[in-house]
């Protein structure tokens, strides 16, 4: 298939459709529900020009993967905006939340995020989540660590 000029692998359209809206979930979970269709689109915008796509052993597994380096990269660009931001202007008391306030998830990476919602609410083991995303379970093991005691940091009192 060709759109623009650029070869689609029908395979990758392909595994695309069939886990589409598991990484919608996925995203919302990673970046927020603001962002979280933007992270997908992008992330598979790459998927479909590469032409690697005939390489890939596990493609639910790429994808997610793809996503969650899209995340990565959406969060690196929202923190340099908001330092510039900060440079520049001082943030009125009356500014509406961050979008990437989850809450308790707030202060987790985008990797500690990754790995929660692969564990706790997809119920992965953490060798999954590892496969998955293509880190070693120990990897894994020392990202659900440190979310565990953010997590419970901000839960004291």
């Known amino acids: ?3 623009g000029g ?3 692998d029908p395979g990758a359209v392909e595994a695309y459709e069939k886990h589409a809206s598991d990484l919608v979930v996925y995203a919302t979970a990673l970046v927020g529900p603001s962002d979280a269709e933007d992270v ?3 992330a598979m915008l790459g998927v479909f020009t590469k032409a690697r796509w005939e390489k890939v052993r596990e493609p639910r597994g790429y994808l997610f993967r793809c996503v969650l380096n899209q995340a990565r990269m959406t969060e690196r660009r929202r923190v340099t ?3 510039k931001e900060a ?3 001082t943030p009125l008391a009356t500014d509406p939340p961050s979008v990437t306030d989850f809450g308790l998830l707030a202060p987790l990476s985008v990797q500690e995020r990754a790995v929660i919602y692969l564990t706790y609410w997809v119920d992965l083991t953490p060798a999954a ?3 998955l995303l293509g880190l070693s379970e120990g990897t894994v093991k020392r990202y659900l660590a440190r979310a565990r005691a ?3 940091k ?3 009192p």
């Open 40 to 42: 997908v689109a992008e």
């Open 81 to 83: 905006g908001r330092r």
């Open 6 to 8: 650029v070869g689609i």
């Open 129 to 131: 989540a590892a496969d």
């Open 150 to 152: 953010k997590l419970r």
């Open 87 to 89: 440079a520049v202007v």
């Open 1 to 3: 298939m060709h759109r």
């Open 154 to 156: 901000g839960l004291t």
